[in-house]
Protein backbone atom coordinates (compact mmCIF):
# COMPACT_ATOMS: atom_id res chain seq x y z
CA UNK A 1 0.00 0.00 0.00
CA UNK A 2 1.12 3.80 -0.92
CA UNK A 3 1.47 5.30 2.12
CA UNK A 4 2.60 9.50 2.92
CA UNK A 5 4.63 9.96 5.81
CA UNK A 6 4.73 13.80 6.19
CA UNK A 7 8.07 15.10 7.77
CA UNK A 8 7.50 18.36 9.73
CA UNK A 9 10.36 19.56 11.09
CA UNK A 10 10.18 21.17 14.82
CA UNK A 11 10.47 24.70 15.09
CA UNK A 12 12.70 24.16 12.37
CA UNK A 13 14.72 27.86 12.69
CA UNK A 14 14.82 27.81 16.49
CA UNK A 15 15.93 24.21 16.61
CA UNK A 16 18.36 24.81 13.99
CA UNK A 17 19.85 27.77 15.99
CA UNK A 18 19.50 25.73 19.28
CA UNK A 19 22.13 23.48 17.64
CA UNK A 20 24.58 26.27 17.75
CA UNK A 21 23.59 27.60 21.24
CA UNK A 22 22.69 24.63 23.44
CA UNK A 23 23.02 27.53 26.40
CA UNK A 24 18.93 28.56 24.91
CA UNK A 25 17.58 25.10 25.25
CA UNK A 26 14.54 25.30 27.49
CA UNK A 27 13.77 29.13 27.58
CA UNK A 28 11.27 30.95 25.58
CA UNK A 29 13.21 31.41 21.97
CA UNK A 30 11.72 33.54 18.77
CA UNK A 31 13.75 33.88 15.22
CA UNK A 32 12.91 37.30 14.20
CA UNK A 33 13.74 41.24 14.83
CA UNK A 34 14.37 41.91 18.33
CA UNK A 35 11.57 44.20 19.19
CA UNK A 36 14.11 45.42 22.41
CA UNK A 37 16.26 47.28 19.69
CA UNK A 38 13.51 49.17 18.14
CA UNK A 39 12.68 46.87 15.71
CA UNK A 40 8.82 47.43 15.90
CA UNK A 41 8.09 46.27 12.90
CA UNK A 42 8.37 42.71 11.25
CA UNK A 43 7.06 39.72 12.36
CA UNK A 44 7.72 36.42 13.93
CA UNK A 45 9.51 33.59 11.48
CA UNK A 46 9.46 30.62 14.48
CA UNK A 47 9.08 29.85 17.81
CA UNK A 48 9.75 27.77 20.98
CA UNK A 49 7.38 25.33 21.98
CA UNK A 50 8.44 27.34 25.40
CA UNK A 51 7.89 30.69 23.64
CA UNK A 52 4.23 28.86 21.98
CA UNK A 53 2.48 28.81 25.86
CA UNK A 54 2.77 32.45 26.22
CA UNK A 55 1.24 32.47 22.82
CA UNK A 56 3.82 33.49 20.32
CA UNK A 57 3.11 32.03 16.99
CA UNK A 58 4.51 32.28 13.40
CA UNK A 59 3.86 35.77 11.54
CA UNK A 60 2.73 37.06 14.74
CA UNK A 61 4.00 41.09 14.54
CA UNK A 62 6.94 41.14 16.86
CA UNK A 63 5.84 44.00 18.88
CA UNK A 64 2.62 41.79 19.42
CA UNK A 65 5.00 39.18 20.40
CA UNK A 66 7.15 41.50 22.72
CA UNK A 67 4.32 42.43 24.51
CA UNK A 68 2.60 38.63 24.91
CA UNK A 69 6.30 37.36 25.80
CA UNK A 70 8.72 40.31 27.31
CA UNK A 71 11.18 37.51 28.47
CA UNK A 72 11.51 35.91 25.20
CA UNK A 73 15.63 35.62 23.87
CA UNK A 74 15.28 36.66 19.89
CA UNK A 75 17.53 35.41 17.56
CA UNK A 76 17.88 37.14 14.02
CA UNK A 77 17.09 34.79 11.46
CA UNK A 78 19.89 33.12 8.74
CA UNK A 79 18.37 31.61 5.82
CA UNK A 80 21.56 30.57 5.34
CA UNK A 81 22.07 28.15 7.74
CA UNK A 82 18.11 26.60 7.09
CA UNK A 83 18.95 26.28 3.82
CA UNK A 84 22.13 24.17 4.44
CA UNK A 85 19.91 21.92 7.23
CA UNK A 86 17.16 21.54 4.58
CA UNK A 87 19.69 19.99 2.19
CA UNK A 88 20.75 17.57 4.80
CA UNK A 89 16.94 16.75 6.08
CA UNK A 90 16.57 16.09 2.30
CA UNK A 91 19.39 13.95 2.19
CA UNK A 92 18.59 11.51 4.92
CA UNK A 93 15.13 11.50 4.09
CA UNK A 94 16.43 9.98 0.43
CA UNK A 95 18.07 7.34 2.48
CA UNK A 96 14.54 6.15 3.27
CA UNK A 97 12.69 6.53 -0.24
CA UNK A 98 13.54 7.76 -3.85
CA UNK A 99 10.12 9.18 -3.42
CA UNK A 100 10.62 12.43 -1.47
CA UNK A 101 8.06 15.59 -2.31
CA UNK A 102 9.23 18.74 -0.56
CA UNK A 103 6.56 21.34 0.37
CA UNK A 104 8.45 23.97 2.25
CA UNK A 105 11.85 24.28 3.54
CA UNK A 106 10.72 22.59 6.72
CA UNK A 107 8.08 19.92 5.41
CA UNK A 108 8.24 17.06 2.98
CA UNK A 109 6.66 13.95 2.02
CA UNK A 110 8.24 10.24 2.00
CA UNK A 111 6.23 8.06 0.11
CA UNK A 112 6.25 4.58 0.61
CA UNK A 113 4.93 1.04 -0.04
CA UNK A 114 4.61 -0.92 3.10
CA UNK A 115 2.52 -3.57 3.98
CA UNK A 116 0.85 -2.17 7.38
CA UNK A 117 0.59 0.70 9.82
CA UNK A 118 3.25 -1.31 11.61
CA UNK A 119 5.86 -1.13 9.43
CA UNK A 120 4.70 2.55 8.59
CA UNK A 121 4.99 2.84 12.35
CA UNK A 122 8.69 1.63 12.63
CA UNK A 123 9.94 3.50 9.65
CA UNK A 124 8.70 6.44 10.89
CA UNK A 125 10.63 5.95 14.26
CA UNK A 126 13.86 5.12 12.31
CA UNK A 127 13.52 8.73 10.27
CA UNK A 128 13.16 10.47 13.22
CA UNK A 129 16.10 8.75 15.06
CA UNK A 130 18.40 9.40 11.77
CA UNK A 131 17.38 13.12 11.58
CA UNK A 132 18.50 13.58 15.45
CA UNK A 133 21.51 11.42 15.41
CA UNK A 134 23.01 12.76 12.55
CA UNK A 135 21.41 16.43 12.30
CA UNK A 136 20.45 16.95 16.03
CA UNK A 137 17.09 18.13 14.61
CA UNK A 138 13.57 17.07 15.92
CA UNK A 139 10.61 15.76 13.96
CA UNK A 140 7.24 14.77 13.68
CA UNK A 141 5.54 12.49 11.75
CA UNK A 142 2.22 11.86 10.26
CA UNK A 143 1.06 8.63 8.19
CA UNK A 144 -2.04 8.30 6.05
CA UNK A 145 -2.62 7.51 2.90
CA UNK A 146 -4.19 10.69 2.25
CA UNK A 147 -2.01 14.16 2.19
CA UNK A 148 -4.13 16.12 4.26
CA UNK A 149 -4.81 13.15 7.16
CA UNK A 150 -0.86 12.70 6.79
CA UNK A 151 -0.75 16.59 7.61
CA UNK A 152 -3.45 16.62 10.29
CA UNK A 153 -1.49 13.14 12.06
CA UNK A 154 1.60 15.23 12.32
CA UNK A 155 -0.09 17.73 13.89
CA UNK A 156 -1.50 15.77 16.44
CA UNK A 157 2.10 13.99 17.02
CA UNK A 158 4.00 17.72 17.88
CA UNK A 159 6.36 17.88 19.29
CA UNK A 160 8.05 14.98 18.16
CA UNK A 161 5.69 12.45 17.89
CA UNK A 162 4.66 9.59 15.26
CA UNK A 163 0.46 9.12 14.47
CA UNK A 164 -0.01 6.64 12.26
CA UNK A 165 -3.57 6.47 10.86
CA UNK A 166 -4.56 3.17 8.95
CA UNK A 167 -7.35 4.15 5.75
CA UNK A 168 -10.13 2.06 7.71
CA UNK A 169 -9.77 4.07 10.53
CA UNK A 170 -9.47 7.98 8.94
CA UNK A 171 -13.18 8.95 9.62
CA UNK A 172 -12.78 7.56 13.56
CA UNK A 173 -9.80 9.23 13.74
CA UNK A 174 -10.80 12.74 12.22
CA UNK A 175 -14.49 12.60 13.57
CA UNK A 176 -13.17 13.95 17.63
CA UNK A 177 -11.19 16.63 16.67
CA UNK A 178 -11.79 20.39 16.63
CA UNK A 179 -12.46 21.67 12.82
CA UNK A 180 -9.27 24.15 13.67
CA UNK A 181 -7.69 20.94 13.03
CA UNK A 182 -8.28 21.03 9.57
CA UNK A 183 -5.58 23.27 7.19
CA UNK A 184 -6.56 26.09 6.06
CA UNK A 185 -9.47 26.60 8.75
CA UNK A 186 -8.05 29.74 10.79
CA UNK A 187 -10.34 30.95 13.43
CA UNK A 188 -12.91 32.82 11.77
CA UNK A 189 -13.48 30.31 10.11
CA UNK A 190 -13.39 27.57 12.68
CA UNK A 191 -16.03 30.37 14.43
CA UNK A 192 -18.08 30.75 11.43
CA UNK A 193 -18.26 26.35 11.26
CA UNK A 194 -19.42 26.55 14.96
CA UNK A 195 -22.09 29.17 14.49
CA UNK A 196 -23.34 26.69 12.11
CA UNK A 197 -23.22 23.82 14.59
CA UNK A 198 -19.92 22.43 13.55
CA UNK A 199 -17.60 21.41 16.86
CA UNK A 200 -16.08 18.76 15.47
CA UNK A 201 -14.63 17.38 12.01
CA UNK A 202 -17.32 14.55 12.73
CA UNK A 203 -19.90 16.90 12.84
CA UNK A 204 -19.93 17.73 9.15
CA UNK A 205 -21.21 14.97 8.46
CA UNK A 206 -24.21 15.07 11.01
CA UNK A 207 -24.85 18.52 10.35
CA UNK A 208 -27.38 20.02 7.54
CA UNK A 209 -24.82 20.53 4.63
CA UNK A 210 -26.45 23.27 3.01
CA UNK A 211 -25.52 26.12 5.04
CA UNK A 212 -22.21 24.95 4.90
CA UNK A 213 -21.71 25.16 1.56
CA UNK A 214 -23.66 28.26 1.19
CA UNK A 215 -21.25 30.01 3.52
CA UNK A 216 -18.09 28.21 2.53
CA UNK A 217 -18.83 26.55 -1.36
CA UNK A 218 -16.56 24.42 -2.63
CA UNK A 219 -14.29 24.57 0.50
CA UNK A 220 -17.28 22.78 2.16
CA UNK A 221 -17.35 20.10 -0.63
CA UNK A 222 -13.87 19.50 0.45
CA UNK A 223 -14.63 19.76 4.30
CA UNK A 224 -17.52 16.95 4.38
CA UNK A 225 -15.77 14.79 2.05
CA UNK A 226 -12.52 15.19 4.64
CA UNK A 227 -14.86 14.17 7.49
CA UNK A 228 -16.69 11.34 5.40
CA UNK A 229 -12.89 9.87 5.29
CA UNK A 230 -12.30 10.08 1.83
CA UNK A 231 -10.77 13.70 1.33
CA UNK A 232 -10.54 15.06 -2.23
CA UNK A 233 -6.67 15.00 -3.64
CA UNK A 234 -5.19 16.90 -6.28
CA UNK A 235 -2.03 15.02 -7.42
CA UNK A 236 0.37 17.40 -5.39
CA UNK A 237 2.32 14.22 -4.28
CA UNK A 238 3.25 13.16 -8.41
CA UNK A 239 6.76 12.35 -7.96
CA UNK A 240 9.05 13.72 -10.83
CA UNK A 241 10.25 17.13 -11.65
CA UNK A 242 8.50 19.83 -9.11
CA UNK A 243 6.65 22.46 -11.12
CA UNK A 244 6.33 24.48 -8.19
CA UNK A 245 7.12 25.18 -4.50
CA UNK A 246 5.34 27.61 -2.04
CA UNK A 247 4.94 29.16 0.95
CA UNK A 248 2.31 30.62 3.12
CA UNK A 249 1.13 31.64 6.22
CA UNK A 250 -2.80 31.79 7.36
CA UNK A 251 -2.88 34.97 9.97
CA UNK A 252 -3.81 35.26 13.64
CA UNK A 253 -6.08 38.63 12.85
CA UNK A 254 -6.85 39.66 9.58
CA UNK A 255 -5.38 42.58 8.89
CA UNK A 256 -5.64 45.37 5.63
CA UNK A 257 -2.44 46.97 7.28
CA UNK A 258 0.20 46.79 3.95
CA UNK A 259 3.49 47.35 6.43
CA UNK A 260 2.17 44.29 8.66
CA UNK A 261 1.44 42.02 5.30
CA UNK A 262 4.92 43.47 3.66
CA UNK A 263 6.82 41.80 6.32
CA UNK A 264 5.29 38.86 5.89
CA UNK A 265 5.46 38.54 2.06
CA UNK A 266 9.45 39.44 2.53
CA UNK A 267 9.26 36.16 4.92
CA UNK A 268 7.71 34.10 2.68
CA UNK A 269 9.37 35.30 -0.58
CA UNK A 270 12.60 33.79 1.72
CA UNK A 271 11.44 30.41 3.00
CA UNK A 272 10.77 29.79 -0.72
CA UNK A 273 13.82 30.85 -2.13
CA UNK A 274 15.47 28.83 0.61
CA UNK A 275 13.53 25.52 -0.28
CA UNK A 276 14.06 26.11 -3.42
CA UNK A 277 17.66 26.45 -3.67
CA UNK A 278 17.97 23.44 -1.10
CA UNK A 279 16.59 21.04 -3.84
CA UNK A 280 19.53 23.22 -6.45
CA UNK A 281 16.53 24.40 -8.46
CA UNK A 282 15.85 27.96 -10.18
CA UNK A 283 12.44 29.28 -10.97
CA UNK A 284 10.96 31.63 -13.73
CA UNK A 285 7.73 32.87 -12.25
CA UNK A 286 6.15 34.28 -8.76
CA UNK A 287 2.76 33.91 -7.68
CA UNK A 288 0.83 35.56 -5.11
CA UNK A 289 -2.50 35.02 -3.44
CA UNK A 290 -4.40 36.29 -1.04
CA UNK A 291 -7.01 34.72 1.08
CA UNK A 292 -9.59 37.78 2.35
CA UNK A 293 -11.73 37.65 5.58
CA UNK A 294 -15.24 36.19 3.42
CA UNK A 295 -13.00 33.83 2.16
CA UNK A 296 -12.53 34.59 -1.39
CA UNK A 297 -9.49 34.26 -3.05
CA UNK A 298 -7.30 36.29 -4.85
CA UNK A 299 -4.19 35.85 -7.00
CA UNK A 300 -1.94 37.48 -9.57
CA UNK A 301 1.86 36.52 -10.98
CA UNK A 302 4.19 37.40 -13.02
CA UNK A 303 7.10 35.86 -15.15
CA UNK A 304 10.33 37.05 -14.72
CA UNK A 305 11.66 36.13 -18.30
CA UNK A 306 14.41 33.50 -17.43
CA UNK A 307 15.46 31.56 -14.64
CA UNK A 308 16.40 32.90 -11.21
CA UNK A 309 17.74 32.48 -7.85
CA UNK A 310 17.63 33.71 -4.37
CA UNK A 311 15.46 35.54 -2.35
CA UNK A 312 16.08 39.24 -4.85
CA UNK A 313 13.57 38.54 -7.44
CA UNK A 314 11.05 36.94 -5.68
CA UNK A 315 10.88 39.67 -2.58
CA UNK A 316 11.04 42.87 -5.37
CA UNK A 317 8.38 41.01 -7.67
CA UNK A 318 6.27 39.89 -4.51
CA UNK A 319 6.54 42.84 -2.85
CA UNK A 320 5.31 44.67 -6.30
CA UNK A 321 2.52 42.41 -6.53
CA UNK A 322 1.02 42.91 -3.21
CA UNK A 323 0.78 46.33 -3.73
CA UNK A 324 -0.73 46.32 -6.55
CA UNK A 325 -3.61 43.45 -5.23
CA UNK A 326 -4.55 45.88 -1.75
CA UNK A 327 -4.47 49.31 -3.97
CA UNK A 328 -7.18 47.60 -6.28
CA UNK A 329 -8.55 46.48 -2.83
CA UNK A 330 -8.45 49.48 -1.65
CA UNK A 331 -10.59 50.71 -4.57
CA UNK A 332 -13.57 48.45 -4.27
CA UNK A 333 -14.65 46.33 -1.08
CA UNK A 334 -11.42 47.42 1.03
CA UNK A 335 -11.55 43.87 2.51
CA UNK A 336 -8.71 42.78 5.32
CA UNK A 337 -6.47 39.72 4.44
CA UNK A 338 -6.37 36.20 6.28
CA UNK A 339 -3.92 34.05 4.52
CA UNK A 340 -0.81 34.96 2.29
CA UNK A 341 0.72 32.61 -0.16
CA UNK A 342 3.71 33.14 -2.25
CA UNK A 343 4.50 30.09 -5.04
CA UNK A 344 7.52 30.12 -7.02
CA UNK A 345 7.04 28.35 -10.78
CA UNK A 346 8.49 26.85 -13.66
CA UNK A 347 10.81 25.15 -11.87
CA UNK A 348 14.46 23.81 -13.48
CA UNK A 349 17.54 22.01 -12.04
CA UNK A 350 20.12 24.66 -11.34
CA UNK A 351 23.45 23.64 -12.98
CA UNK A 352 26.02 26.72 -12.42
CA UNK A 353 26.17 29.61 -9.98
CA UNK A 354 23.83 32.29 -11.68
CA UNK A 355 25.25 36.14 -11.70
CA UNK A 356 23.03 38.71 -12.79
CA UNK A 357 22.47 41.90 -12.48
CA UNK A 358 19.43 42.24 -10.47
CA UNK A 359 21.24 40.69 -7.35
CA UNK A 360 22.29 44.11 -6.94
CA UNK A 361 19.38 45.94 -6.60
CA UNK A 362 18.66 47.54 -3.67
CA UNK A 363 15.32 46.46 -1.64
CA UNK A 364 13.32 49.47 0.06
CA UNK A 365 13.78 49.21 3.35
CA UNK A 366 11.24 47.03 5.51
CA UNK A 367 7.69 47.81 5.90
CA UNK A 368 7.79 49.70 2.57
CA UNK A 369 5.71 48.69 -0.83
CA UNK A 370 7.82 48.39 -4.32
CA UNK A 371 6.57 51.10 -6.54
CA UNK A 372 6.05 50.10 -10.03
CA UNK A 373 9.21 51.92 -11.96
CA UNK A 374 8.19 54.85 -13.33
CA UNK A 375 9.14 55.19 -17.35
CA UNK A 376 12.07 57.08 -18.38
CA UNK A 377 10.96 60.36 -20.27
CA UNK A 378 11.60 59.64 -24.39
CA UNK A 379 14.94 61.82 -25.72
Not at 8 to 27: N, T
Request: charged share 25%.
Amino acid sequence: MRWILYVDMDAFYVSCELRDRPDLRGQPVAVGPNPREGRSRGVVLSASYEARKFGLRSAMPVSRAHALCPTAVWVPPDFSKYEAAAREVRRVLGQFSGDVVPFSIDEAAVIVDLPSPEAVGSMAAAIQERLSSELSLPASIGASVYRVVAKIATDRAKPGGICVVAPEATAEFLAPLGVGAIPGVGPKTQALLEGLGVQTIGDLRTVAPRPVLRRLGGFGEELRALAAGTPHETGELEVGSPKSRSADRTLAEDTRDVPTLDDIVRTLGREAAASVHADALRYETVTIRLRWEDFQQVQRGRSLGAAQEGSEPVLREGLRLLGELMREERAGRNRRVRLVSIRLGRLTPRTGRQRRLDRYIRLPPAGRSVQPPVPAEPP
